[in-house]
């Protein structure tokens, strides 16, 4: 791929409502289910498979239809990337929420995936956050009237493909990676499953072992057979656990050009954290109750919106009250420890009474009973999960890359300040 200087004297600029309508058309209900698609099933793109619904079950919200290749996106917080492209040609079974705009192209001079490519660039969703919180209300929000205020250059429609192209490419790329760490998640998790709830970890002569005949012996604590030579343990006795509180946001020294990472509880919604736009100085670290995580710590969320998530943090960083830190104090404990909490999110969500705010304390954490294999099996776990994880990691870290690469490149392709030669490489 080539860039070159580019004309931009054919560059036209064109308002969003120039380029596509809000449509709030209502969905005829004539089917007894419709797949219900909420801002919660479109995310970076992608339009999850929604929830399969009676529709005399149908929350109100629920109301508009849509047709292949309108765009769907969010009217609450832009920053949460919830965007996608209706690709499904079959749309009669879907109704959507009204929480999320349904934006459908009508001039024909615009290529659909170049204005795609506009609207969903992060330096734009970044205005469009920063106007979002700016809104006197109890959330950051946005409209179409306020959208359609924007304006996009708008090349000759040639140029616009070839830019789409491009951006295209490094899409691809970053797709790819984020679906090999999807099976390399699942692949994680299913050894686990395989050695620590089936028990079939290798025996002395690498057979599985309890398929193998292994001696099982009831624990009464764990009310459950564990095998024989396993110790039980609460979380307490082997990690430190702690959470941490809020700096107070009226006090500038505490985050103007904060160095110091800052994990919201919301990004828990990633089973390993490699990164965050969100940071406090050391000032409000050492005035308030902020408490600092080691690189390698089970970070599980509380309450909220995440309660019961765990992630697996990859750098030093801090957090509130909203996120309890576990560091395991043994050896090759961390993954183990990790999937073991991990499993428990239903039963985190069982617990709540309607909030599982309520439920979820440090001390359930703390109080959490465990079997606590032999040091040989937990070094051997330890030893192939870590080997997959670095590589999750690797490709996390290359995601980062491409899409700053991508974020970048499209304003400059966008303005005419270089264009590309037709002739396209994936490389």
Not at 172 to 195: G, H, S
Not at 304 to 310: E, F
Request: contains cysteine.
């Amino acid at each position: 791929m080539e860039l070159k200087k580019y004309n931009a004297n054919h560059t036209q600029v064109l308002k969003i409502n120039q380029i596509v309508r809000t449509i709030s058309e209502t969905h005829k209900f004539d089917k007894d289910k419709l797949i219900a698609i909420n801002t919660s099933d479109v995310e970076n793109g992608v339009m999850g498979n929604g929830t399969l619904t009676f529709v005399d079950e149908l929350k109100g919200q629920f109301k508009k239809t849509i047709v292949k290749d309108d765009i769907l996106f969010s009217e609450i917080r832009p920053a949460n990337r919830r965007f996608a492209k209706v690709t499904t040609k079959n749309t009669k079974d879907y109704v959507v929420s009204t929480k999320l705009m349904v934006l459908r192209k009508y001039n024909e001079d615009v290529d659909l995936e170049y204005f795609y490519y506009c609207l969903t660039n992060q330096p734009f969703l970044d205005i469009l956050q920063r106007r979002a919180e700016n809104r006197i209300g109890s959330f950051p929000q946005i409209t179409f009237d306020l959208l359609s205020e924007y304006a996009f250059p708008i090349p000759p429609i040639s140029e616009q493909k070839r830019i789409s192209s491009v951006i295209s490419t490094l899409d691809k790329k970053i797709a790819l990676n984020r679906q090999i760490n999807q099976n390399l998640e699942a692949m994680a998790k299913q050894l686990y499953d395989y050695w620590f709830v089936q028990f079939d970890f290798p025996n002395e002569e690498g057979k599985p072992y309890k398929s193998s005949g292994g001696k099982m012996v009831w624990n009464e604590k764990l009310k459950r057979e564990i095998p024989e030579g396993w110790d039980i343990s609460l979380i307490k006795d082997i990690a430190t656990t702690y959470s941490g509180g809020t700096p107070k946001s009226t006090n500038i020294e505490y985050y103007d050009n904060g160095e110091i990472a800052w994990i919201n509880s919301g990004e828990l919604n990633s089973p390993i954290i490699t990164k965050t736009t969100n940071y406090i100085t050391k000032c409000g670290l050492e005035n308030s109750s902020a408490k600092l995580y080691p690189s390698n710590s089970i970070l599980v969320a509380m309450y909220g919106a995440t309660a019961g998530k765990v992630s697996l943090l990859t750098f030093e960083a801090c957090s509130n009250q909203a996120v309890c830190g576990v560091i395991p104090t043994i050896e090759n404990m961390l993954y183990y420890v990790y999937f073991h909490i991990s499993s428990l999110y239903s039963h985190f969500i069982t617990l709540s009474t309607g909030s599982a705010r309520d439920n979820i304390s440090q001390d359930t954490i703390k109080n959490i009973l465990l079997p606590i294999p032999t040091r040989n099996i937990l070094k051997l776990f330890d030893e192939k999960i870590g080997s997959i994880y670095q590589t999750i990691v690797n490709n996390y870290q290359q995601i980062d890359s491409l899409t700053k690469q991508r974020d970048e490149l499209l304003p400059l392709l966008m303005n005419g300040q270089v264009s590309v030669n037709s002739d396209l490489s994936d490389d």
